[in-house]
């Protein structure tokens, strides 16, 4: 089925509606989302000014609120666009990020000053 | 059918059919021949009687020559029917070697060919040397990335209509970012010259309007006098701040025309000093930035070489303030601390050679100066100019130009008490470089073992192989959260590019290969972190890096998509609340299929590794890349990496 049918049928269905049968990864949908551009491929820090939400600080619930209702630049992610199924998703991945090693035990971090920063 | 073979037919034989017919009975002879010229050598009788002399001999090399000349001479109305003497387009190349152009970048046309054939000829193919493009947007971004590198423009050489409608988006990213250039286009001009249906297609009535909106001059050349002078002004034009791309219309016929009667004058060229902002401006810029609390320097296309560094660091540290840098050109070195600057808490605001809008401008308790050439040089059309900025005082002048009287005006001003307030401000600077660049090595190892790669890891791991060396990034690095720029010590004038000034696409690849041919002639490594989508505009520009043996590291950052598009799509989903599957990555994306970058570099000639996808795998393959490029080839490393 071409991409555009399946396009038309959605629009036609008027749900616009998120795939039931969502597979994705939370990884993928932070990626498929554009999170990326703004809080980061990790979701520490982008290039454009994203707030740092990894690792998560926040409950489930309050999560949800700043992705439905961000108050802020951030454009709002109403359930009809971002499922609460893959909205669970995306929380479990960005509670999965955990620092990697830390930084002075990383050679080429260590070239970067790292150690000589470390108080 | 030939008078020669005109002669044969009738029973005559022509004098070359003679010679022929000779040679032919003579090399049944000629075992005998070398013979007797061995024995006669050895001084041996000979074992049989000689035989007679055979009555034709081959000729000798002298007597060919001097039988030959006969033939193969011209009459002086075949001379000149056939030949040409003292082509105008030979002293059209002194004209550009007069002026000090090193390299033209060249996609071949029938409307330069004159040009093209005295530069190899009668040039030399050396200062200038021809760079071979497979489109002209190659040719002129490369121009535009070696400016970056020398300071100083280089030719593109294009042709007519046809050539000349591939370059606009180059051309205006050039003019964006005030970038000089000089583009030459080959044109039939004069249409009883024309030879037929394609240099009609080709030719244009006046093909610099083309380029018009975002070039500063231009002009129709007819004559070789005026290609002299023509040549010497448009350099200048090019050179004098706000620099910018430049256009001459080189008539075909002018270039195969002989040179006749009195000769045309080579040009003297002589650069044009730039404009100093006005004195009296500057004395009041120093005076508030003297008496403020926290005064902030923004940097936008400031330095044109590393003096221009240098003044800005020594006001910089005189006031101690802070800098923002907005990377357009290396203007204040990362690793000073007041590179940490912010106009946040500002009261005196310092816009260099900014574009529109300067931060901060217009709020409360803000005062805004700028000092810049923006306002000399504004297109009709095209909209780079930017939001209309209002500021308290608007001094026209070039920045660099204006900073040693701005430096010795506020050192005037100076007092002990007001040193002492100085010198606290510089620490609270300190602190904050120090604290931001904690917490990007921080954010820098979040995903470190990640498949796909991630940007943080790229750059520590190249940065890790580089540091030893001398340098340069010649690519932006703002689509890969600016890592080098927020941690390299980016500090010299030649080790950044910058970014294309239009935030358009297509500028990396051939910008990154124009910088790393200067940097080949200085012996500096030349580092490209090449965006996927930005490549596939002009990826014949791997084949033009093989063929001149550029030396340059390239790295994908192959992340399969033009994320910042991804972005803006969602953006329009999520306001009007619908999306099917994958929406914002429909017209997005490049993984299906994936692009195989490795076959394509492989494919122009170009080394390259196999996919990398295992972080681990990295460090070793730019050291194998690193040493391909220390042959003096350029290398290609696929990456699949993190979007940003």
């Given amino acids: ?119 | 059918m030939t008078d020669k073979d005109h002669d044969t037919e009738h029973g005559r034989l022509g004098r070359r059919s003679f010679l022929k017919a000779v040679g032919g009975a003579a090399a049944g002879l000629g075992a005998v021949g070398a013979a007797q010229a061995a024995g006669a050598a050895e001084t041996a009788p000979p074992a049989s009687p000689a035989p007679p002399a055979p009555s034709a001999l081959p000729p000798s090399a002298e007597q060919e020559s001097r039988e030959y000349s006969g033939v193969f001479s011209y009459t002086p109305e075949q001379e000149k029917r056939y030949f040409q003497e003292h082509p105008g387009s030979d002293f059209m190349v002194d004209v550009i070697k007069a002026v000090g152009i090193d390299y033209i970048a060249v996609n071949p046309g029938t409307s330069f060919r004159g040009l093209q054939e005295s530069l190899v000829n009668y040039g030399g193919n050396r200062k200038p040397e021809l760079i071979t493009v497979n489109h002209e947007g190659i040719g002129a971004t490369i121009a535009h990335g070696y400016f970056k590198a020398a300071g100083k423009p280089m030719a593109v050489l294009v042709h007519g209509a046809v050539g000349t409608q591939h370059l606009p988006m180059a051309v205006y990213s050039a003019w964006c970012d005030r970038v000089p250039m000089i583009v030459l286009i080959g044109n039939h001009n004069e249409p009883s010259e024309r030879g037929g249906p394609t240099d009609w297609y080709h030719s244009a009535q006046d093909v610099p309007s083309i380029l018009r909106d975002f070039t500063k001059w231009d002009d129709t050349v007819y004559s070789l006098q005026q290609f002299s002078e023509s040549m010497a002004r448009a350099y200048k034009i090019a050179m004098t701040p706000p620099m910018g791309p430049v256009v001459l219309a080189i008539d075909t016929h002018m270039q195969e025309e002989s040179i006749t009667g009195r000769p045309p004058r080579l040009p003297v060229l002589s650069p044009t000093i730039p404009p100093q902002a006005d004195v009296n401006a500057l004395r009041q810029i120093a005076e508030w930035l003297v008496a403020a609390k926290n005064p902030v320097i923004v940097a936008g296309r400031v330095a044109h070489n590393q003096a221009g560094i240098d003044l800005l660091v020594q006001l910089a540290e005189l006031l101690q303030a802070g800098v923002v840098d907005q990377r357009n050109r290396v203007n204040f070195p990362t690793s000073n601390p007041l590179s940490a600057g912010s106009v946040g808490q500002a009261d005196v605001i310092l816009g260099l050679e900014l574009t529109g809008a300067v931060p901060g401008a217009g709020q409360q308790g803000k005062r805004t100066v700028t000092i810049g050439t923006g306002d000399l040089l504004i297109s009709r059309n095209v909209q780079d100019f930017q939001r209309y900025a209002p500021v308290d005082l608007s001094v026209a002048g070039d920045a660099q130009a204006s900073l040693p009287f701005l430096i010795e005006a506020v050192k005037q001003r100076l007092t002990r008490s007001s040193r002492n307030v100085i010198a606290q401000r510089g620490k609270a600077w300190h602190e904050r470089w120090r604290q931001q660049r904690e917490a990007d090595l921080n954010a820098m190892r979040y995903g470190w073992n990640n498949s796909p790669v991630s940007t943080g890891r790229l750059y520590a791991e190249l940065w890790d192989q580089i540091r030893e060396r001398d340098w340069s990034l010649v690519s932006a690095d703002i689509f890969q959260s600016s890592w080098a720029n927020k941690l390299w010590p980016i500090d010299r004038y030649y080790q950044h590019n910058g970014s294309s000034g239009s935030a358009g696409i297509g500028y990396g690849a051939p910008a990154a290969l124009g910088s790393a041919l200067v940097h080949k002639q200085n012996g500096v490594l030349a580092v490209n972190v090449q965006k996927d989508g930005d490549l596939m505009f002009y990826p014949g520009t791997l084949w033009t890096a093989a063929h001149h043996r550029v030396p340059m590291l390239t790295i994908m950052h192959n992340n399969r998509a033009y994320h910042a598009e991804t972005m803006v799509m969602q953006e329009m989903c999520n306001r009007r609340r619908r999306g099917v599957e994958g929406a914002a990555r429909i017209a997005t994306t490049m993984d299906d299929p994936p692009i195989d970058f490795s076959s394509v570099a492989k494919g122009f000639g170009m080394w390259s590794s196999t996919l990398i996808t295992d972080p681990a795998q990295l460090a070793p393959a730019i050291r194998e890349a690193l040493a391909v490029v220390d042959s003096g080839r350029p290398a290609l490393l696929d990456v699949h990496c993190s979007g940003r």
């Fill in chain 1, 1 to 119: 089925m071409s991409t555009r049918y399946l396009l038309a049928i959605s629009l036609l269905l008027g749900a616009g509606a998120v795939n039931a049968a969502e597979e994705r990864s939370g990884e993928q949908l932070f990626k498929d989302f554009g999170c990326v551009l703004c809080h980061g491929s990790t979701g520490y820090r982008g290039g454009i000014g994203g707030r740092p939400i990894a690792p998560m600080q926040h409950s489930m619930d309050a999560f949800r609120i700043l992705v439905r209702s961000p108050g802020n630049a951030m454009p709002a992610f109403a359930p009809q666009v971002l499922s609460e199924e893959q909205l669970k998703k995306l929380y479990q991945f960005l509670s999965s990020i955990k620092p990697s090693p830390e930084v002075a035990e990383l050679p080429p971090l260590k070239s970067l000053g790292a150690g000589a920063l470390k108080k």
